[in-house]
């Protein structure tokens, strides 16, 4: 009688899964004191170990309530921690928007004090005060630092 080549498969599917299931463990202790494990017995002083093949199934199972609320709890987590990457990206895009101003400032300041013919402060009095040659290199260094931080 011919079987069909489906009920071929499953059969042997079956004797693949079922065969490891049913292998049998041996322990036995060499003369160093080490315990060994192995597929077969080595000698006559190993001894067969049971091991579980399937998991047990407690009594103590997760109603579907339990199950829905656990479910919940990841499903907030999860968007809770999306906020969070969304508000990161804002605060980030924020802050790109408000160093590229700062760029631009700091650049228009320093190209318009480096050709300056002479730079000034006014003093308490309302009067000008001149810059001489020393406070001018420090003051345009001072501007050239600040478009290297913030135009980076």
Not at 54 to 78: C, F, H, I, W
Not at 107 to 124: F, K, V
């Amino acid at each position: 009688m011919e079987y069909p080549v489906l009920f071929r498969y499953c059969v042997l599917t079956m004797l693949i899964v079922i065969g490891p299931l049913e292998a049998a463990v041996y322990q036995w202790t060499d003369e160093n004191g080490r315990v060994h494990f192995s597929d077969r017995p080595v000698d006559e002083s190993a001894t067969e170990k049971k091991i579980r093949t399937t998991p047990k199934s407690s009594g103590n199972q997760a109603l579907p309530e339990d199950r829905q609320q656990r479910r919940q709890r990841m499903l907030d987590v999860y968007e809770n921690e999306r906020a969070e990457k969304r508000e990161a990206a804002v605060k980030e895009k924020e802050a790109r928007k408000e160093r590229k101003r700062k760029c631009f400032s700091a650049r228009a300041r320093y190209d318009e004090y480096s050709t300056a013919g002479s730079i000034y402060d006014y003093l308490e009095s309302g009067e000008r005060k001149y810059l001489d040659k020393n406070q001018r290199e420090r003051f345009i260094a001072k501007l050239k630092a600040d478009v290297e931080r913030y135009c980076k």
